[in-house]
């Protein structure tokens, strides 16, 4: 009788530890008084760009000896160096559900979804989708499936606030810096909203932070359909310049899906360089660096404007 027992409990006492590991909730985005932390190589900074001329036509027909990197005020040294980057992408879609986008939702979803159809390759490249409206929610966790992607675009329904700078520090943070080595990936984040923040914990200069420390590119597609210069749109252009992305602005919700094209085509031109600080400083400081093509005043290069340091 004792020995039915105890197989029984030992069963019960299974199945609710299976239960227990199966059943698994989305991590929320908490503001910690302890400062974030992103492990970063001392020894060398990353960096994606690209460069266009003045129509906005991709040049991809450079070489390393064609740039030049100025951090403070000292020339460095190009250690690698490869055009046309072919490093896996790691993507964060970050689209805006407040009720200040519901009457071209419709159109965000569709273009969204067949963004990533485009630009995902196969067990290569893998993305998250997160929601923000009141607060910022991971919808489907970083994975290389489009069509589970789409799946989730398709669930999404506006309404509430707009919490837009604690989804990019979480995506940021918690998903797309979390692959290793960092100069393996191509990160970048996509965002589709208005760029009016009114829900967030973190601070917007926070979350550009959080996207400096982790080797992420920002792109955003506005949804201001007002026809007039907003402060959300001067909030996207911040966060796309500052990081080396760019900012889009369609003039009618239809032109949606060229944006997203755009940004497709030029994840498929950008190059890549990296380099070894001199002097090599840890003093987790913002070490602002200056890169441009030697000598062609005509071509625009648009890459981060630095980095930080780590502190050791």
Same mark, same amino acid.
């Given at each position: 009788?004792?020995r039915? +027992?105890?197989?029984?409990?030992?069963?019960?006492?299974?199945?609710?530890? /299976?239960?227990?590991?199966q059943k698994?909730?989305?991590?929320?985005?908490?503001q910690s008084?302890?400062?974030?932390?992103?492990?970063?190589d001392?020894?060398? +900074?990353?960096?994606?760009?690209?460069?266009?001329?003045?129509?906005g036509r991709? +040049?991809?027909?450079?070489?390393?000896?064609?740039?030049?990197?100025?951090?403070g005020?000292? =020339?460095?040294?190009?250690?690698?160096?490869?055009?046309e980057?072919?490093?896996?992408?790691?993507?964060?879609?970050?689209?805006?559900?407040?009720? /200040?986008?519901?009457?071209r939702?419709?159109?965000?979803?569709?273009?969204?979804?067949?963004?990533?159809?485009?630009?995902m390759?196969?067990?290569?490249?893998?993305?998250?989708?997160?929601r923000?409206?009141?607060r910022?929610?991971l919808?489907?966790?970083?994975?290389?499936d489009?069509?589970?992607?789409?799946?989730?675009i398709?669930? &999404?329904r506006?309404?509430g606030?707009?919490?837009? $700078? !604690?989804?990019?520090?979480?995506?940021?943070?918690?998903k797309?810096? &979390? !692959?290793?080595p960092?100069?393996?990936?191509?990160?970048?984040?996509?965002?589709? /909203?208005d760029?009016?923040?009114?829900?967030s914990?973190?601070?917007r200069?926070q979350?550009?932070?959080?996207?400096?420390?982790?080797?992420?590119?920002?792109y955003?597609?506005?949804?201001n359909? /007002?026809?007039? =210069?907003?402060?959300?749109?001067?909030?996207?252009? $911040?966060?796309?310049?500052e990081?080396g992305?760019?900012? *889009?602005?369609p *003039?009618? +919700?239809? !032109?949606?899906?060229?944006?997203?094209?755009?940004?497709?085509?030029?994840?498929?031109h950008?190059?890549?360089?990296? $380099?070894?600080?001199e002097? &090599?400083?840890?003093?987790?400081?913002?070490?602002?660096?200056?890169?441009?093509?030697?000598?062609?005043?005509? &071509?625009?290069?648009?890459?981060?404007?630095?980095?930080y340091?780590?502190?050791?």
């Amino acid at each position: 009788m004792k020995r039915c +027992v105890l197989l029984a409990l030992a069963g019960a006492l299974g199945a609710a530890l /299976s239960y227990g590991q199966q059943k698994t909730a989305p991590p929320p985005v908490e503001q910690s008084d302890e400062p974030a932390r992103i492990s970063v190589d001392v020894t060398r +900074v990353n960096m994606l760009f690209t460069v266009t001329d003045k129509k906005g036509r991709f +040049v991809t027909d450079l070489a390393r000896e064609d740039f030049e990197v100025v951090e403070g005020k000292k =020339a460095q040294t190009i250690a690698e160096f490869t055009a046309e980057s072919d490093l896996p992408l790691r993507l964060g879609i970050l689209i805006d559900t407040s009720n /200040s986008v519901r009457d071209r939702f419709r159109f965000e979803q569709d273009a969204a979804a067949e963004f990533l159809r485009t630009v995902m390759r196969a067990h290569l490249d893998k993305a998250i989708l997160v929601r923000f409206d009141t607060r910022a929610e991971l919808v489907t966790d970083l994975i290389d499936d489009p069509h589970q992607l789409e799946a989730g675009i398709r669930s &999404l329904r506006p309404g509430g606030g707009t919490a837009l $700078y !604690d989804a990019i520090f979480y995506a940021c943070r918690d998903k797309l810096a &979390l !692959d290793q080595p960092r100069t393996k990936f191509r990160r970048a984040i996509v965002i589709v /909203s208005d760029g009016d923040d009114n829900q967030s914990d973190y601070t917007r200069d926070q979350a550009l932070e959080m996207a400096q420390k982790a080797d992420v590119v920002i792109y955003a597609i506005s949804t201001n359909s /007002s026809g007039a =210069a907003t402060d959300g749109d001067k909030v996207l252009k $911040y966060l796309t310049s500052e990081t080396g992305g760019r900012a *889009f602005f369609p *003039f009618q +919700v239809e !032109d949606m899906a060229q944006s997203f094209e755009n940004i497709a085509n030029e994840l498929r031109h950008q190059y890549n360089l990296l $380099y070894r600080p001199e002097p &090599l400083l840890t003093d987790g400081q913002w070490h602002t660096v200056n890169l441009r093509v030697k000598g062609r005043k005509d &071509l625009v290069v648009r890459a981060r404007a630095g980095y930080y340091a780590p502190k050791m």
